[in-house]
């Protein structure tokens, strides 16, 4: 297949044409706050199973439905909590996904064949822009997977997303470009199907962030054994290099860690982010330039704290192939 379109400049006329694009059946790849989306019309079968060959996933994985505003929720989601409505009310649009119980327009191509879907409404004006117009002219959704192939790390440009996809996109897929993801990581997931909400992946919005909203102290983290999402396989986001955590130095392997750690001689630095903002942004370009200079092994200086930082340690597990204790 040839390289499907770059669009380097995202007006209203390129949004329009992504969007009758993905109701002709086509794949749209498009920027959002957190990671690079790799978008199809959540009604259309065909186009959905697109997504899961152009990423190589397993077709019982569920993708996150994309809609433009809360008003979209009653459509896809029943008996939704009133404590997922604030959720919603606070943090849409927004870096965060609410997991409910599906309507019955969301199907099992898009679900996984479970009872639940997920939402979301990105906050990216080039996303919203496009949902916005993709539902206008179809009455639907756009169902999107991070543009990565099944197990690497997320793009969080669209260099990424061709380094990672180009080749199995055709002409009629469209790449938009938004610059670099402002937030880096994958949105907070929270699963709101039963009376206590519970984060299944943690995200740049903070279990502290929802506690505070709905006033109590009463939110989990999920055990994640006991779900089934894509990002709970021990192997996950991960680079090409062996990431080693917290380790000593390792004379001629990368180093990644904030600024104030200095870089222990014989060692190649990749990134040196000043807070936990910044290392979130620059994560996975961090362990894509570690691949991309053919480093063996990259040693990674976790991040400590709550919030976001523990954000970081669950994909540093994982790109690791480590146990995550929230
Ligand atoms: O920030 C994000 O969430 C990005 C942007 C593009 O929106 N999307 C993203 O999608 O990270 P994906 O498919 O790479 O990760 C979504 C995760 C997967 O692990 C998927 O299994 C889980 O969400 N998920 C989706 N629907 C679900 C459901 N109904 N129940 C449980 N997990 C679900
Ligand atoms: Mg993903």
């Known amino acids: 297949m040839s390289d499907a379109p770059f669009l380097s400049n995202s007006t209203s006329e390129t949004i329009r044409a992504a969007a009758a694009a993905l109701k002709a059946g086509h794949l749209v790849a498009f920027p959002t706050e957190t990671v690079y989306g790799l978008g199809a019309d959540a009604r259309n079968p065909s186009a959905v199973k697109k997504i899961y060959e152009v990423k ?3 077709s019982d994985h569920p993708l996150i439905v994309h809609i433009s505003s809360i008003k979209q929720l009653e459509k896809w989601a029943i008996d939704v909590p009133e ?6 009310a ?3 649009p927004g870096p965060m996904t609410l997991i409910l119980k599906r309507a019955n327009i969301a199907k099992d191509f898009i679900t996984g064949g479970q009872n639940t879907v997920g939402l979301r409404v990105p906050r990216n004006p080039i996303a919203l822009g496009l949902i916005q117009e993709f539902e ?3 009455d639907s959704a756009i169902a999107a997977p991070s543009a990565n192939r099944f197990g690497q790390v997320s793009p969080t440009s669209t260099a990424h997303v061709k380094e990672e996809l180009g080749r199995f996109l055709s002409e009629r897929d469209f790449v938009l470009d938004g610059g670099d ?3 880096g990581i994958e949105s907070t997931i929270v699963d709101c199907t039963n009376v206590i909400p519970r984060i299944l992946r943690p995200g740049f919005l903070t279990k502290e962030d929802i506690q505070l909203v709905l006033g109590t102290e009463e939110v989990n983290f999920a055990d994640t054994t006991d779900i089934k999402f894509s990002g709970s396989f021990a192997k996950h986001y991960a680079p090409k290099c062996k990431i080693i955590l917290n380790s000593e130095a390792v004379p001629g392997a990368g180093f990644l860690a904030l600024s104030e750690i200095g870089t222990p001689s014989g060692m190649v630095r990749v990134g040196a982010p000043q807070n936990v903002e910044e290392y979130a942004r620059l994560l996975y370009s961090s362990l894509r330039f570690a ?6 092994s990259l040693v990674v200086v976790e991040p400590p704290g709550t919030g976001i930082a523990l954000a970081i340690r669950e994909r540093l597990a994982k790109a690791s192939n480590t146990d995550f204790v929230p």
């Open 56 to 58: 190589g996933r397993p």
């Open 291 to 296: 691949d991309s200079i053919n480093l063996d």
């Open 181 to 183: 993801s402002v937030i």
């Open 90 to 92: 606070t943090f849409w």
């Open 83 to 88: 404590y997922a409505i604030s959720l919603a």
């Open 136 to 138: 206008r002219i179809a």
